[in-house]
């Protein structure tokens, strides 16, 4: 074999066989003075190969590199050795599908609720040009007593929530606000038109996602959460309402008197008084007062014929008007200085009727007077919305749509101020038992807040029983001898009733705090 040793040292390339001859001719001091040598150069090129500079700084990169990668997840597997041997690779794996990313396929768990921190919703007010929430005495940090305006003057309202917020008239908020609420249909109440201004939504909502039991759905991505409220027939500004699909689409939760809606309102409501004293006996009526009239907005157009009859055969004797189609005067009474609802509720206490009209007949558009005219043990005769019996106890309301005509009606009604009337008239309230056998079983609770709620009570078919339980019949006629069915009647009808009484729209800031807790 040819052996050559290497020129970088200026040594001249030779067969290395013809150096071993010399050397075993030559003296043997000789000889192991050049053997000596060889394995001098031998060990010396081996340690400059080996430890050279070049190759030692490749060797560090390419370990620091290494370290690198796997402090960042990268790249494949190397092995660290001690510095006597050079760094080796690992054997590259086969090319395969990559595996899933545990972190990628778990999301991320919302942060935890946090029931102590207070909540702030703004109410709406575009800049100063409109504002919202203002007729139902809304607002306060937190909402506590309130003193209602206007045709429900004087009565105050004492509210409760088992959770906290602030309810804001002050638009300067709306950048840290949790929720706004917009009365949209005051923009053209206001004389106001074009686009209304829907808030902006400035932050990610760290709940996002988050299931809510009121909302029905996932909690929006964005803050503030954005919620429509008003009270008006759905047809008056429909551009401004619901029935604008564009618009309310910008919207999280809904607050109108449909039972579609996300929060549903009412004017069932206390009135200023006890739940309670809805269950109170009826006060003594006064002689001549048989049937009230109070609307302020008339009846619908298919209903105005049917006026019409009831006040030709009632006269102005047997049907006292005091706003629409006023045939008297309140006395002072009725009124006072200033103007108080609990005085006119007062005086509607003298009746032994109550007649009712709804400007529209939309289902649940139900007008204050019939709860009023319940809370103040008067019957309320009814001509509106067609689902009236939803919200009405068993045998305590006359459904004037029951009579052909406006003269059968008054026919009915007048039969009750004839002597010995009183007992038959005593059935009307028949229902209060019932009502108060269901407060035994299920506790009081303010309204708005839930409690003391059965949410299954309007619902199932002993609910279309009470429903379709008929009017009392006239004097002589037996129509409570039913016993225990009719108890149990009255029992579901009052917790239906208390649903929407729970709804009221003056105690609504509760449920609409108890929304934005579990959405933010």
Known sequence: MNFYADDSRGLKKQPMQRAAVAARNANPLLYGGVFFVLLVVVIYFSGVLEESPISKKASQSKMRSAAVAASNGEGDEVVVVPPSEPAREAPKKQQEAPEPSTEAAVKPAAPSYDPTRKRIVVLHSADGRINTGVWPSWGGDPPTTATLNWGTAGVVVEKSCPVQCAFLHDNSAIGDADAVVSELLNWPKFGLSGDFPVPERTRDNPRAGVWSELLRGPAPPRLPVLGIFGYEPKDYFPQYGLANSALASQFDFSMTYQA?????????????????????????????????????????????????????????????????????????????????????????????????????????????????????????????????????????????????????????????????????????????????????????????????????????????????????????????????????????????????????????????????????
Request: net charge negative; glycine share 10%.
């Open 260 to 520: 579609s809606t996300t929060l549903p309102i009412s004017l069932v409501c206390p009135w200023g008084r006890k739940v309670s004293e809805y269950l109170a006996p009826p006060p003594p009526k006064t002689p001549g007062h048989t049937l009230a009239y109070f609307s302020e907005h008339g009846a619908s157009p298919s209903m105005r014929k049917f006026v019409e009859e009831l006040f030709q055969a009632a006269g102005a004797d047997g049907i006292h008007a005091y706003v629409h189609m006023k045939n008297r005067e309140l006395p002072p009474e009725a009124v006072g200085e200033p103007f108080a609802l609990s005085n006119r509720m007062a005086f509607v206490g003298t009746y032994r009727f109550l007649f009712i009209t709804e400007q529209v007949e939309e289902p649940d558009f139900l007008s204050p007077e019939f709860s009023q005219a319940l809370s103040m043990g008067t019957v309320p005769v009814y001509l509106g919305i067609p689902n009236i019996a939803e919200y009405a106890p068993p045998g305590g309301w006359v459904d004037a749509r029951a009579f052909a005509t406006g003269g059968e009606l008054w026919d009915y009604l007048s039969s009750f101020k004839e002597e010995g009337a009183d007992a038959a008239y005593g059935e009307f309230f028949a229902w209060k038992a019932g009502a108060a056998e269901a407060e035994k079983l299920d506790g009081g609770g303010v309204p708005g807040t839930g409690d003391g709620l059965k949410h299954d009570a309007c619902s199932g078919n002993i609910m279309e029983e009470v429903k379709s339980w008929p009017r009392p019949a006239p004097p002589g006629s037996e129509r409570f001898n039913s016993g225990g069915k009719f108890q149990d009647l009255a029992v579901t009808g009052w917790r239906c009733f208390k649903k929407h009484l729970d709804q009221c729209v003056h105690y609504s800031e509760c449920r609409v705090c108890r929304l934005v807790h579990q959405v933010t």
